[in-house]
């Protein structure tokens, strides 16, 4: 080829082209994939996700969320169950502990739980909230957030607010992991009959944009 202009033009094509063709192979497919119920459920059953975490994630949890948020930030929710797999919750003392960063952090707590009136619905809009309960047992209040009504708005500062609602109770004990994501408006801390307080480790992770 003579014209070297051509020549040129041709070549920085050739390397736009590449790069486009990169970027499109390395597009995670959590942004352009579709869960239905049927499928987020068969995912759910796999347990895929929990990389050799012998507890269990509670059968309420919105699967389809839960499927959307995992496969948008698998890194980060990979570290957040390993922490929950590797780590000796008996263990840990009270406080608070990195995990990943700003995108999953830890909080251990043991105190008296409360009556239910003594209580609050709450929801967060940053961070999903993994809750379980180490020692003890408490009741967790669940209600979707389009049945609840807002008493207290949303406070950025502190990623909440509260609601005044009727949901369904839940038992949490040892071996459950109980998963909230944005649109459940949960009520943990709960008195559960037989026990007066509960050690209890609550991991933030991340709420990641699904595109949905």
């Given at each position: 080829m003579k014209n070297p202009l051509l020549k040129t033009g041709l070549l920085l094509l050739g390397v736009a082209a590449l790069g486009f063709t990169a970027r499109a192979q390395t597009t995670p497919a959590a942004t352009t994939e579709t869960w239905t119920k049927k499928k987020a459920e068969k995912w759910f059953k796999s347990r895929v996700w929990a990389n050799g975490l012998k507890l269990n994630v509670q059968e309420s949890i919105d699967k389809v969320e839960f499927a959307k948020q995992y496969n948008a930030n698998k890194a980060v929710w990979d570290k957040a169950f390993a922490y929950f797999r590797d780590t000796n919750l008996d263990q840990l003392t009270p406080g608070k502990y990195p995990v990943d960063g700003d995108n999953v952090t830890a909080a251990v707590t043991e105190n008296p739980t409360k009556d239910y009136d003594k209580t609050n619905w709450e929801s967060h809009r940053k961070f999903i909230d993994m809750q379980y309960v180490v020692q003890g047992a408490e009741k967790i209040g669940v209600v979707p957030i389009d049945k609840a009504t807002v008493t207290k708005p949303y406070?950025?500062?502190?990623?909440?607010?509260?609601?005044?609602?009727?949901?369904?109770?839940?038992?949490?004990?040892?071996?459950?992991?109980?998963?909230?994501?944005?649109?459940?408006?949960?009520?943990?801390?709960?008195?559960?009959?037989?026990?007066?307080?509960?050690?209890?480790?609550?991991?933030?992770?991340r709420v990641a944009s699904t595109g949905s």
């Open positions: 406070d950025e500062t502190r990623d909440v607010a509260n609601y005044s609602a009727e949901g369904t109770l839940y038992e949490a004990k040892p071996g459950t992991i109980y998963v909230f994501f944005p649109s459940d408006v949960h009520r943990p801390n709960i008195k559960a009959d037989g026990f007066d307080k509960d050690k209890k480790l609550v991991l933030k992770v």
